[in-house]
């Protein structure tokens, strides 16, 4: 019975967020991101026997916005959605346009981020340089334009899958203050996200203290255990240092499960739970 009430919840929701308007995806330089490999071509986009999206070849990082529709009462939240792919690919359906998607139909400014990848044959990136650039320039964005989105430039978050995660990770755990002396007046900006959800995050061996935002981490009991093991550590070192931490781990599911209708169980309302988690935490308001 739980699974059909859970699979008729998440057909309401896809059905909801196919409302949503054909979404604008803007560069994020769009001169030409910096260190970006010369004459790398267009993104590669492939179709899975599934159905399922998966893009490569990026070197024009950029977001795609959703914004909920109508105009906002007063400044909303704001999530920058991370897909993964092992650094070599996005699975941009169930880890990134389906989350964002929804996120735009609870009142949230979602944006789907496509980043560079470090692990494609023929890069000459690095995790920790370009694909890191990219999410702190896709922060510092949203906050620059804060205004025109009507986001809160205090509440700009990011979420991110598997590698996504991991890369969510980074930012959260780097410095990102911004350069005053920068021409480009987005480079000014503060690039640490004032919350993270690192979902099945790919493992890393990350710097945890009070400066540390609030996160809500979440995989599967079943998924490798490293990932189990990460998430488990750092939700350790979260409340160590005193920052407010949430961690769901579902029995029985594996690895890159997002947001799918294939999903069964109480997996199926894992969305949810982040959302609500949002709104204990007032960075959203009540229903």
């Not at 494609?120 to 989105?149: K, M």
Request: proline share 8%.
């Amino acid at each position: 019975m739980f699974a059909a009430l859970a699979a008729g919840w998440l057909c309401a929701s896809v059905a909801a967020a196919a409302a949503v308007e054909d979404p604008q995806k803007l560069p994020l330089w769009p001169k030409g991101a910096p260190g970006a490999m010369a004459n790398g071509g267009e993104e590669k986009v492939r179709v899975t026997d599934q159905g399922d999206h998966v893009v490569s070849n990026v070197h024009s990082p950029s977001i795609t916005l959703y914004l909920p529709p109508g105009r906002a009462s007063a400044p909303r939240a704001a999530v920058i959605v991370v897909p993964g792919g092992g650094y070599r690919e996005l699975w941009t359906d169930h880890e990134g346009h389906a989350i964002a998607k929804y996120l735009s139909g609870q009142g949230i400014a979602a944006f789907v981020l496509f980043y560079r990848l470090p692990g494609q044959e023929g890069s000459t990136y690095q995790r920790e340089v370009e694909p890191l650039a990219d999410i702190q320039r896709a922060v510092r964005t949203v906050r620059a334009r804060a205004a025109e989105w009507s986001v809160d430039p205090a509440k700009v978050g990011v979420l991110g899958f598997s590698a996504g995660g991991h890369l969510v990770l980074q930012v959260a755990t780097k410095p990102g203050a911004g350069d005053a002396a920068a021409k480009d007046a987005i480079d000014r900006l503060d690039a640490r996200p004032d919350f993270a959800a690192p979902i099945y995050p790919g493992t890393g061996d990350w710097k945890i203290d009070a400066r540390t935002p609030p996160m809500f981490l979440l995989c599967g009991g079943d998924d490798r255990p490293p990932v189990v093991e990460g998430v488990t550590k750092i939700y350790l070192a979260l409340r160590a240092a005193q920052v407010p931490a949430e961690l769901h781990l579902y029995d029985g599911v594996g690895h890159g499960f997002g947001l799918r209708a294939t999903n069964t169980g109480p997996v199926t309302a894992w969305l949810d739970q982040f959302v609500d988690w949002l709104r204990v935490r007032k960075v959203i308001g009540e229903k």
